[in-house]
Each structure stands twice: as C-alpha cells, then as structure tokens.
C-alpha cells in the first residue's frame, strides 16, 4: 500500500521531531538553540547529534555519510565516507563523530577557487550547517556544508549566503527596534523559487551532441508550429509527463521539498514546478537538490530533463521566478501591507528599503542572474529586460505619490492619510495585479525577482539581495538611531518620504519589453548591461565592494576570486559551444547535406541520361541553392574556428569574454543562419540527429 502524503513528506529528513525523539532534552534544546539564534555549537552536543543521526541513518538503511557541499561551479558536490570502523575483536562497527558530522576534509582541490587557495592554503574544509536539515537518498546520509579554505575564505555559495542572511538580519532588528517592534530578535528571508524546465524524450537527446555538451540546440530550423497557438501553457498534462511529475512529488516530498504546483507553461514540451516557500538557505538547498532529481527522475521515464535557459530557438526559454519576503521570529512577514497603520509604518519602511536597495544595487542584482545561457533570455521579449526596474502596481504606487506628494491616499473606503506616519492608510493586497514584463515585481506580500535563469544556483540572487536590503536598512538605522521617541513618527514619515523621492526612478508599471521602455529607462539613467561581459564589472565594482566588506558578506579576495571565476566560466561556455557547433557542421550536418546534394545529382544526371527533362531542371536549382548553403555554412565555420584560436590565444580576462561575446558569439549566429535555411531543404532521413519538430511535438 502506497505511503500517505504526510507520511511520505519528510520521511527520509532528520526532522526536528526525530532529533526531539533521539537527543537527550539539554542536548536538544542547545542544538534548537544554535539553529534559531545562530549561536556557537558546542562539541558535546554535536557528539550527541551525530550518534542520534547515525542512529536513525542506520535505522533507515544507510551505509554511507557525506558533507555535501555547494562551490563555486553552481553545482552541489559530495564525497562518500562509510559509517563503518574497524573493532577491537577485528570486526566492523558503525560509527559516526561529532568531530566527523561537524567538520570534513574532502581533498577537493580541484574545485574552482579563483585564486583564493593558490595564495592561502590547498585544502578545504566542510563545516557542518546545522540550520538546514540533514537527509537520506541512495543509502546516504547527506549533511549540508559550507566549504572554505584554511584561513576562512569561503570556497562556496552557502558562506556568503549565510552571511548575507545574517546581515540583513542584524540590520532589519535594529531598525525594528527602533520602530518599536522590541520583542523581534531575529528576521529571516524567505524564498520560493519557481522552477521551470524542459521534457524531451531521452532517445532525441542522446543523439545531439549540442544538447549533450552545452545543454542547448547549437542548429536547427523552426518546425512547423511553434508556440503561437498558447495551447500548451496550461494545457492538460500528456499522461507521460503527468507520470513524471507524479514521482518527481513522491521523491521531493520524501526529502521533505514541499512541491505544490507542476502546470505546463508556454513553449510545447516546457514545464513549470514551484514549492511552497521556505527560509532562504533551505529554499537554496531546496532547489539544488530539485534541479538535481528532475533530472534523475526523467531519465527513469525516458526523459531528459532540460535546464538550459534556452534549450530551443525561437520559443521561449526557461527561467526561475525567486520570490522573496522578510519574516520576523515571532512570525511577521514584514512584507505584508497589513490592516492596521501601526503595521503599515513597517511595511512601508521596509518597502522603501527594497527601493533604495533595488536602486542603488541594481547593477549588482542584473550580474547575479548574468550567464551565457540566460543573455539569450533577458531582453529578448520572453523574459523581462536586462534593464532592473521595479513593479510596485497601482494601489501601491498610489501610496508611493501620496506620500510624495503629501496628499491624501484613499481607495474604496476613502481611508485618509496624515501626514503622521502613524495614521498611514490602509490598503488591501491586490493579487490580481500583475506584470508579466517587470523584472522585480511586488505581488501582494512579496517581491518576484523574475529575471534568475532556470539553471542558476539561487544563492547568487539571494545574497545580492539580502546584501542590497541589509545596506539600505544600516543607512536608514543611522538616520533614526538618534532621533527621540515623540520625533519618530515625523522622522519616519520624512525618511519614507525623501527615499521615495531619491529613488522613484526604479519604479516602472508600464510594458518593459517596449523599446520606449528602454529609451526612456537611459533617460532616468537606468543601467541598461545587455550581456554577461557588459555585466561582469559590477561584481567588483567599488561601491558594491564596500557594501559587500562592510556587511561581511565578501571579503576583497573572495570577490576578486568570484570576479574570475565568472568570467572563465562564461568563456568556457561559448568556447564549448563554438567547438560543439564545428563538430556538429564538419561531422554531421555538412556531410549529411553533400550526401542529398550527390544523391540529387545522380538523380538529375539518370534523368537527363534518360532524356526526362523537366524534373532534372529543378533538382539543377535545387542542387545549385543547397551547394550555395554548404559553401557558406562551410566558410562560415572555419572563420569561426580561426576566431576561437585568436579567443584562446589571448589572456583569460574580461577582453576575453568580450571578444568571446562579440566576435564569437556572431560567428556561431553565422553559421547557424545558414545551415538552418537549409535545413527545411533536407528530406528526413539525412540528418543524424532529430530536428526541432520531431523532438518539441512528438511527446
Ligand atoms: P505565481 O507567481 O505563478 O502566481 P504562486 O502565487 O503560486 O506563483 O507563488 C509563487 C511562489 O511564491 C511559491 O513558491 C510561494 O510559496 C512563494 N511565496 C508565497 N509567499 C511567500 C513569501 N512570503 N516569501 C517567499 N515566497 C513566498
Ligand atoms: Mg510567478
């Protein structure tokens, strides 16, 4: 008999009611302790957590334990260590320490670090997070870890993130304080990221090595139909993909993923899966291992599973929604417009510090989402603009000018607004309100950062955001940190007020995939970084340097080593691409397309032999065009090979990714322009490898 859900959901997590069940109570509460205020774990109770999970590890059938970790790929990494350990009486026990759960040393120097481990020390270390919950999959018992070399410099994404997290903490209670809100000591981020991906049939993608290599289609003509008819958003499950989606739930609830909602989205065979929310770190967590068994499950169903942000030409690509909102300890979303004034004095600072920060930060959060994959979505009229603006709505933004303007804001019920911060008005959350376009939109009690593509490790995202908002909270804490009790109303108001004002610019309700939307964007001085190399300088930018330092969320040296780290892995990418596509025109589509050119050619000439003229006349023609697009595809890639050599003889910088991006990139659009106009010209049967209609509308 199958598991009940709530059975089911969590069943392979070392829950916090197991750890209630299995720690002695003082060791429990110091463990509860650690995780909610993030104080220092002491080794006697990280002796007695690690007996209690190997304990229930063992219990639950596993043999094996691993710190796994996030570096700096994007990826999540794992070794493999045995419980097992050798007895007195030469047999075997099982045995887990708190020095082995707390601490590890995977010899994983391999591992990109920018630079940081050549001038520090080789090794790294896992450190155990106790904040996000150990779990069992394939007989192993995985413990989340951060990684850093010797000295402390984090090699990964969770440090920073954690940092991040901490820091936007520390700065929102101060500020709460201030407002009044005593009894808060902690706030946390929280996140739910909307997945979206692609289902192809397994048989198709073994056999296209662009697929394979770089996740995308290097070639290929439009089929027939695309995506025009809207009858796949939404659109009944194809039983197929409904089976997958059906034990894709079952694998993500037993690690205690809340999976709530699958639909099919826009593009024929595209998908979309969303979680309910959790505290920022899980979420990250969350979504690494979802991405990761998406990916499994397909292939037990004869899927592939395609995170590519643009797996397909000409149909939309695929992206992550990373919708964010602020909760207290005592359980605030501080984010939540709210009924009572009191509570809107909140929300609006709030609100406000989300604008600065959005404002100022704005290069900083275009770069968290920058990649190759995703510089064929931003801008191109499927995802929103590379320029970062804001969608507030317009019960919102009516807020926004009253305060601006010092009028009065009434809706339906005419609630009037005084100048007071106290009696702000009150204003009901409006769901209805949406903005496809608006790379950062306001929707109801959270904030739609939509511009993440769907392969990226949210991490990025998150702590550019957290980072931005913690730096605008710190500036308005020294603001009214000296301000007296009976003035704070007033001086609220103003600092709401005077924010607004500064950074209204970021504001923009209308349709950002206008090309008025970008004119006018230069003209409110908007930064409009179309690529990832036009992006890139941001992240070492000074301003954002000195937040990062003063917020304690980078050090100079870890910027500088995710500096380098982006841009060679940006360079590798289109350098894969650019040789998967040599590969693919000399091997495959160049050969296949002179074999029909022969095969017409003795055909015309058995004809013309035979005296039989009008046919021959136009395979002659035929013959002729299809001769013309394999000289240029030919031409074309080796000026694309020749330009590869001259990228790769120049030295790993941002030139390099420029030229990588500029002069590449263009060859490979050449190439492509060619081979797909010939493409349609070619009878079935001659490529080896399946074309866009055979792989998008056959499953
Ligand atoms: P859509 O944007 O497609 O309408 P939903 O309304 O289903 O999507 O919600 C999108 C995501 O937002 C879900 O993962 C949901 O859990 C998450 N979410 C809801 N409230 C919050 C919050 N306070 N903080 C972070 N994420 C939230
Ligand atoms: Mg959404």
């Known amino acids: 008999m199958e598991q009940s859900i709530p059975e089911l959901f969590g069943s392979y997590v070392f829950t916090d009611k197991i750890m209630r069940e299995k720690l002695p109570k003082d060791m429990y509460k110091a463990l509860r302790k650690t995780i909610d205020n993030n104080t220092h774990l002491e080794l006697d109770v990280a002796n007695a957590v690690a007996v209690a999970m190997k304990e229930w590890a063992v219990e639950m059938g596993a043999t094996h334990y691993t710190h796994w970790f996030q570096p700096m790929t994007g990826y999540t990494a794992e070794k493999h260590d045995s419980f097992i350990c050798p007895s007195d009486k030469g047999e075997v026990i099982m045995d887990f320490s708190g020095k082995e759960l707390v601490k590890g040393e995977p010899d994983a120097s391999s591992f990109p670090s920018g630079g940081i481990r050549a001038t520090f020390e080789a090794r790294g270390y896992t450190a155990w997070d106790p904040t996000s919950p150990a779990f069992i999959k394939d007989g192993t018992l995985y413990i989340p870890t951060a990684f850093c070399s010797y000295s402390g410099e984090a090699l990964d994404k969770k440090t920073p993130l954690l940092r991040s997290m901490d820091a936007i903490s520390r700065e929102a209670v101060k500020v709460l304080q201030l407002l009044g809100k005593t009894e808060v000591t902690n706030v946390f981020t929280t996140v739910g990221p909307e997945q979206e991906y692609f289902l192809i049939d397994l048989e198709d993608y073994k056999k296209r090595k662009d697929l394979i290599f770089t996740g995308r289609t290097l070639l290929g003509a439009p089929a027939p139909k695309g995506q025009e008819m809207d009858d796949h958003y939404f659109g009944n499950l194809r039983t197929r993909v409904a089976a997958y989606m059906h034990e894709l739930d079952q694998e993500l609830w037993k690690l205690g993923i809340p999976v709530k909602t699958k639909h099919n989205e826009v593009a024929p065979c595209q998908h979309e899966l969303a979680p309910i929310f959790d505290t920022t770190n899980i979420a990250v967590d969350h979504n690494q291992l979802t991405m990761e068994i998406m990916k499994r499950v397909a292939k037990r169903h004869n899927f592939a599973c395609l995170l590519h942000e643009k797996p397909f030409a000409g149909i939309n690509g695929s992206g992550k929604h990373n919708n964010w909102s602020l909760t207290t300890n005592t359980g605030e979303n501080l984010l939540n417009p709210g009924k009572t004034p009191q509570e809107n004095t909140v929300f609006l600072v709030f609100l406000a510090a989300v604008i600065q920060a959005v404002d100022d930060y704005a290069d900083l959060l275009r770069l ?332």
């Open 368 to 699: 968290s989402v920058a990649s190759a994959g995703n510089d064929h979505r931003l801008g191109a009229n499927e995802a929103p603009p590379a320029i970062i603006s804001m969608f507030l709505g317009d019960e919102l933004t009516g807020v926004i000018e009253a305060i601006e303007n010092d009028e009065y804001f009434g809706k339906a019920e005419h609630v009037r607004m005084e100048t007071g911060a106290k009696v702000l008005p009150h204003f009901m959350k409006d769901s209805t309100d949406r903005n496809r376009t608006s790379p950062f939109a306001f929707t109801g009690n959270k904030f739609e950062f939509r511009s993440l593509g769907s392969s990226v490790s949210i991490a990025g995202p998150n702590i550019m955001l957290n980072t931005a908002v913690a730096e605008s909270l710190s500036l308005f804490y020294d603001e009214l940190k000296d301000v007296s009790e009976a003035g704070m109303d007033e001086a609220v108001h103003k600092l709401v007020k005077d924010t607004i004002i500064k950074h209204k610019r970021v504001i923009f309700n209308g349709n950002g995939y206008t090309d008025e939307w970008v004119e006018e964007a230069q003209k409110r001085g908007l930064y409009n970084l179309k690529s990832t190399p036009d992006a890139m300088p941001a992240l070492i930018a000074d301003k954002n340097r000195k937040m990062f330092i003063k917020h304690g969320v980078y050090t100079e040296t870890e910027l500088e080593s995710r500096y380098e780290i982006r841009i060679e892995n940006y360079t590798k990418t289109i350098h894969i691409e650019a040789l998967t596509l040599k590969d693919m025109i000399q091997k495959q589509f160049a050969p296949a397309l002179m074999r029909y050119i022969d095969d017409l050619t003795q055909s015309a000439l058995s004809k013309q032999q035979l005296g039989i003229k009008g046919a021959a006349g136009v395979q002659k023609e035929l013959i002729e065009k299809l001769t013309g697009y394999y000289e240029k595809t030919i031409s074309e890639t080796v000026k694309l090979a020749e330009d590869v050599d001259k990228a790769e003889s120049m030295k790993a910088d941002l030139d390099q990714a420029k030229f990588y991006h500029d002069v590449v990139i263009a060859d490979m659009n050449e190439v492509r322009k060619y081979a797909d106009e010939a493409e349609p010209l070619i009878p079935e049967g001659y490529l080896p490898y399946p074309t866009y209609e055979e792989i998008l509308f056959y499953v």
